[in-house]
């Protein structure tokens, strides 16, 4: 009868905690990326509540460099990222992972212009 106990409690404990770390990964983390086209310029911003948060920390950091910074993309619970052309076009995008954030941001770049390169890309954190 105690082993069962001691068994049951155990098994309880486990999904307790597995519960806890499950709400602890459910709560909505937010990044961005803002651009400036003229100055190139760029500023990014991971793990905020929300995603106004995210998208005025991004605009703080590139507003450090460049006025004319605008938001390029935000994302939630998940990546962004930024590809840059050789004539300042530029294009952005968000995915699951760095990698499909990175194809698609450059992909996007290709639409507007030429031998587009990631300049930035980041992930909430645990993505």
Do not use: P
């Not at 905690?17 to 602890?24: C, G, P, V």
């Not at 004319?68 to 930024?82: E, K, P, Q, Y």
């Amino acid at each position: 009868m105690k082993i069962f106990n001691m068994v049951a409690g155990v098994i309880a404990l486990g999904a307790v905690l597995a519960s806890t770390a499950y709400e602890a990964r459910a709560a909505d983390l937010y990044g961005a990326i803002a651009y400036s086209q003229s100055s190139r310029s760029y500023g990014w911003a991971k793990d905020f509540n929300t995603q106004r948060a995210a998208e005025r920390a991004a605009l703080r950091r590139c507003r450090e460099r460049a006025n004319d910074c605008r938001v390029a993309t935000w994302f939630r619970n998940a990546c962004g990222a930024l590809s840059v052309g050789g004539d300042g076009g530029w294009g952005s995008d968000w995915g699951r992972n760095i990698r499909a954030a990175e194809n698609k941001a450059t992909h996007a770049c290709t639409g507007y212009s030429f031998n587009c390169r990631i300049v930035v890309s980041t992930c909430i954190s645990g993505y």
